[in-house]
């Protein structure tokens, strides 16, 4: 196996000072540089070139003691190597955190996904990047989330909130594939036009300027059959009082309650009225339930993507030191598609 001559790393890496508490704010995280010892048998050293900012790192830290490294994944390329599986010059998909360089023992899997770094698979020329996105984990809760948990039939109408996000318009371009009504619910007008003009779906709705209910009922007077649920909150609630008898609900995302306490959140009952006379099947979901077949979603997106059925956007922010605000930039909904960091 290729190795280069050990010389001494230094990686940066943002360690959690504090939980956040509603906003996250900068100094919650502390940028520091550690240096790393020389490669043990077996292991290899990575150097990172894209991080993904995810809505789930925002309540997830919590889960964590402070002062580890600021939980999420990166695409990294494997620099040094005393493991034949991972030489030199490939590139991996890992939970490794917000950290620049890496060790990485191939047995040991993160904390958090229970998942093993693995090598990004052959892309051809497209983006390394999108390993983070539509062919990563985000593509992957996509492609779960809407077939196994609403099980979509042609000619039915879903619903999709945070729709013009990296999971919210892969799932509007399967859905609209498989031959259904698509409404995308979004926070921006230029989100809007995106999804109507670009990536196929049939209406989009701002529900920071439109009363959500009122245009639902104009787009869809069908009714609704599936809601894939990317916020939570008024907007969830609202869709579900329009669904049809035996419709689908996959609770994929919460993010209008990620700053919120969630003990200090009141504890609705009105949903039920909703559930039990359209005799609903709700259910969440968290993605790593497939990490068994992981591989198949990447590889049916990419197919979609070379076939012309799988359209997919980037919002780049350039620099490590910039990662705390892409971050909140994208809790904020100033991405369009998927939040990357490049290094
Ligand atoms: P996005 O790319 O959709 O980015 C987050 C978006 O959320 C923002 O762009 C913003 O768009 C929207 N948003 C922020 N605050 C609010 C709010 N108060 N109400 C409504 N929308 C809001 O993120 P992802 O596609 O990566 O994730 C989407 C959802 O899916 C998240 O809730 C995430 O936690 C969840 N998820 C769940 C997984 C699972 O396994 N269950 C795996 C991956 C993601 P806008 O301008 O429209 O407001």
Known sequence: CSTQSSKMVKARKYVVMNYFVNEAKPTDLKLV????????????????????????????????????????????????????????????????????????????EDSFFKQKPYLLPDIGDLPPSLGLGVLGMPGNTAYFGLLEICKPKSGETIVISGAAGAVGSHVGQIAKNLGLNVIGICGSDEKCKWLTEEMGFDFAINYKTMPVAARLREVAPQGVDCYFDNVGGDISGTVMYQMNPFGRVAICGSISSYNADIKSLPKSTILQ???????????????????????????QNLQWIREGKLRYRETVTKGFENMFDAFIGMLHGENIGKAIVQV
Request: aromatic share 10%; net charge neutral; hydrophobic share 40%.
């Open 33 to 108: 540089e550690e240096e790393l010892p020389p490669l043990q048998n077996e292991e290899y050293l990575v150097e990172a070139e894209f991080f993904s900012v995810d809505p789930y790192m925002r309540p997830y830290v919590r889960n964590f003691p402070l002062g580890i490294t600021m939980i999420g994944s990166q695409v990294a390329k494997i620099v040094e190597s005393k493991n034949p599986a991972f030489p030199v010059g490939k590139r991996i998909i890992g939970n490794l955190g917000w950290r620049t360089h890496t060790i990485i023992d191939p047995k040991t």
């Open 273 to 299: 009225p909703a559930i039990l006379t359209n005799q609903l099947k709700v259910e969440g979901f968290i993605v790593k339930r497939w990490l068994d077949r992981w591989n198949e979603g990447i590889m």
